[in-house]
């Protein structure tokens, strides 16, 4: 089965660009999570959805952060403008809670903001 | 915010000592999962405990969750080479959605 498919895996962007970080989860799970893995701040959760639908936006950093999730196997986590600060590992997390409490995580999409 | 405090930071050892790792918070969490990251790759769950004083054993792994529910270590056996990674410990309240991480223990295992 295929896990979480993440893209892009590295982005190299100039500060005040847009970024876009595109997710599909494993199919049938019902969660999807977004993290965001630093080395000041370790993993920390910045929103997840429960059947395409924001459950927990409290992990957002700013207003420049925004995620959607249009239907069950795509999710988008947008940055607009982007700022150095924001350059670290983004994780798609995804899970069915019926079938088990396992989180699959995505490789990671790497942010570099110049 | 809840905090969970990973010790050691760093850990590097030969093949074959013993290892634990350790993860404390003064929150209660309803569970509690370890996991296991390697470089370029997404954290991989290793085990979840729910109950307090409960002992998981993975092979050379052995998880035990604090009576209190509060903390948890990690204790590896005959560490080898493969065994090198991050691992991070979660704490989970509720339905375990909103997972609050610690900041990990890197393990080296030399051969």
């Known amino acids: 089965d295929a896990g979480v498919i993440q893209s892009p895996r590295h982005e190299v962007t100039e500060m005040g660009q847009e970024v876009t970080l595109r997710c599909k989860p494993i199919?049938?799970?019902?969660?999807l999570f977004w993290y965001r893995q630093t080395m000041m701040r370790g993993l920390e959760l910045l929103i997840y959805?429960?059947?395409?639908?924001?459950?927990?936006d409290s992990g957002m950093p700013e207003d420049r952060f925004s995620a959607k999730m249009p239907n069950a196997s795509f999710s988008t986590l947008k940055i607009q403008p982007s700022e150095p600060r924001d350059s670290a590992v983004y994780f798609c997390?995804?899970?069915?809670?019926?079938?088990?409490?396992?989180?699959?995580f995505g490789e990671g999409s790497w942010l570099t903001v110049v | 915010t809840q905090l969970l405090e990973q010790s050691p930071q760093f850990l590097s050892i030969q093949e074959g000592e013993n290892l634990t790792v350790y993860c404390n918070s003064s929150?209660?969490?309803?569970?509690l999962q370890w996991y296991r990251q390697e470089p370029g790759e997404g954290p991989v769950l290793l085990v979840t405990v729910v109950t307090g004083g409960e002992v998981k054993k993975l092979k050379r792994l052995t998880f035990q969750f604090g009576d209190a529910r509060k903390d948890s270590s990690l204790h590896i056996t005959a560490a080898q080479p493969g065994d090198t990674g991050l691992y991070l410990c979660a704490g989970a309240h509720g339905n375990g959605n909103k997972l609050v991480f610690g900041a990990g223990t890197i393990l080296r295992v030399k051969s």
């Open positions: 997390a995804s899970t069915n809670r019926v079938r088990g409490n396992t989180i699959y």
């Open positions: 199919s049938g799970h019902d969660y």
């Open positions: 959805f429960n059947n395409n639908v924001p459950i927990d």
């Open positions: 929150s209660v969490f309803s569970s």
